[in-house]
């Protein structure tokens, strides 16, 4: 059984920052990319960030700049350090990873999100 949980999410002043993270734990043979989305209220899913095993990244528009996505491969963890956080930012962010578990077939797996508060 593979499981993703997150965590560091909370109210936030701003332009203050948090730091998100989200650990892969199970039988899991390999994981690929791995990234962030967010829903707000009323909204789509967008993906904000992404990080492919080899560490390329990607980045939504409203987001360069002020987030950076990493990973520690060894950890099965990626991480969303998030800066200069706006009133807009806040949404449910939900970890995401392509990963293959033992014994079965390569799918997207989701966390079941952290709530990300930005207000004065």
């Known amino acids: 059984q593979v499981q993703l949980v997150e965590s560091g999410g909370g109210l936030v002043q701003p332009g203050g920052s948090l730091r998100l993270s989200c650990a892969a734990s199970?039988?899991?043979?390999?994981?690929?990319?791995m990234g962030w989305y967010r829903q707000a209220p009323g909204k789509q899913r967008e993906l904000v960030a992404a990080?492919?095993?080899?560490?390329?990244?990607n980045y939504a528009d409203s987001v360069k700049g002020r987030f950076t996505i990493s990973r520690d491969n060894a950890k099965n963890t990626v991480y969303l350090q998030m800066n200069s956080l706006k009133p807009e930012d806040t949404a449910v962010y939900l970890c995401n990873a392509d990963l293959k578990p033992r014994g079965g077939f390569r799918r997207d797996y989701w966390g079941q999100g952290t709530q990300v508060t930005v207000s004065s």
């Open positions: 990080i492919t095993s080899g560490g390329s990244t």
């Open positions: 199970g039988s899991i043979f390999s994981i690929y990319a």
